[in-house]
């Protein structure tokens, strides 16, 4: 299509579950993005992206428990 573009508000390299950008998947992704979720923090751009581990294209508690599974070993890999 001529003239058309399509824009992606999410970053282009996500680094899955990595909800606080410090480079590792840790209990520290999922207390950030749970105080996130209750009101009492913010994510970056960058960081809301990292969050979307179910492909929902919002951050919720299901991310945040996929994360946890992830952490302690309970699933091998991400939803995404």
Do not use: H, M, W
């Amino acid at each position: 299509l001529s003239g058309t573009s399509i824009l992606s508000d999410a970053p282009a390299d996500v680094a899955y579950g990595d909800v606080d950008c410090d480079g590792e998947i840790s209990i520290l992704d999922v207390i950030v993005l749970n105080r996130n979720l209750l009101g009492n923090g913010s994510l970056t751009e960058q960081g809301l992206a990292n969050a979307d581990v179910d492909g929902d294209n919002k951050p919720t508690a299901n991310d945040a428990l996929a994360i946890l599974k992830y952490v302690v070993k309970v699933i091998t890999k991400l939803p995404v």
